[in-house]
């Protein structure tokens, strides 16, 4: 069983459209980072999230931590092209130890 | 100010040979993390290692993989007798080790066994 599930796995909208990618567990987290993932390139961090509730915004991208910290959502406003990729969440299971990633959303936006 | 950089970028193999998989870390970064992805997946945690220590190798199979990171030079993960099964992209992810959990990746290597 995965620790975290995404959804959807897969998802292709028009260029402009809004969209919102989910990240659900039943266990509770101390932080929570949102990455994106190019082709044939390494995740980059977008964000980390830390207390139950928090907002926080990256230009067109609002992440959310929920109020229990067990699931996060991620969603843009007016998608562009350049936003396509793969979009992983992954939580620390201990202090500086190792990450767990989700499944995965795959985005494709269509000029 | 370089980036975590893996070598080679695309490795081929036949099965039953050997493949060695190299990571640089950023500058000043002492932990390292060993990932695995294949295709149209997430990443799968293989080891976290610090200079001349691996703390974490649970996501690694027990036979031929096998992982340092020496006190001088770059990390490695080499895979022994490899099989078809061993085609996917290994990712290096570095960080300071401080309370900041925020990894960095490199690039990857794409290995393909025939």
């Known amino acids: 069983t995965q620790l975290l599930e995404q959804s959807p796995q897969f998802l292709s909208i028009q260029e402009g459209e809004n969209l919102t990618v989910y990240c659900n567990s039943s266990?509770?987290?101390?932080?929570l980072q949102w990455y994106r993932q190019e082709p044939g390139e390494g995740p980059v961090l977008l964000v980390t999230?830390?207390?139950?509730?928090e907002v926080k915004k990256l230009k067109r991208l609002t992440f959310q931590f929920g109020d229990a910290r067990k699931d996060s959502s991620l969603h843009i406003t007016a998608a562009q092209p350049g936003d396509t990729g793969l979009y992983l969440c992954?939580?620390?299971?201990?202090?500086?130890?190792?990450?767990?990633f989700g499944t995965g959303t795959r985005l494709t936006i269509i000029p | 100010n370089a980036g975590v950089m893996q070598n080679p970028r695309h490795l081929v193999r036949r099965r039953g040979q050997e493949a060695r998989l190299r990571c640089s870390p950023m500058?000043?970064?002492?932990?390292v993390y060993w990932y695995r992805q294949l295709p149209e997946e997430g990443l799968k945690f293989m080891v976290y290692?610090?200079?001349?220590?691996?703390?974490?190798e649970s996501g690694m199979p027990k036979e031929r993989f096998s992982a340092e990171f020496p006190k001088e030079g770059p990390s490695i993960l080499r895979i022994q007798q490899v099989v078809r099964g061993d085609s996917a992209a290994y990712f290096c992810?570095?960080?300071?080790?401080?309370?900041?959990?925020?990894?960095?990746f490199g690039s990857g290597t794409q290995l393909s066994v025939l």
């Open positions: 992954a939580v620390p299971i201990k202090r500086n130890e190792k990450l767990t």
């Open positions: 290692l610090q200079k001349e220590n691996i703390i974490d």
């Open positions: 266990s509770v987290f101390s932080s």
């Open positions: 999230v830390v207390t139950g509730g």
């Open positions: 992810a570095s960080s300071p080790g401080t309370r900041d959990e925020k990894l960095f």
């Open positions: 500058k000043g970064h002492s932990h």
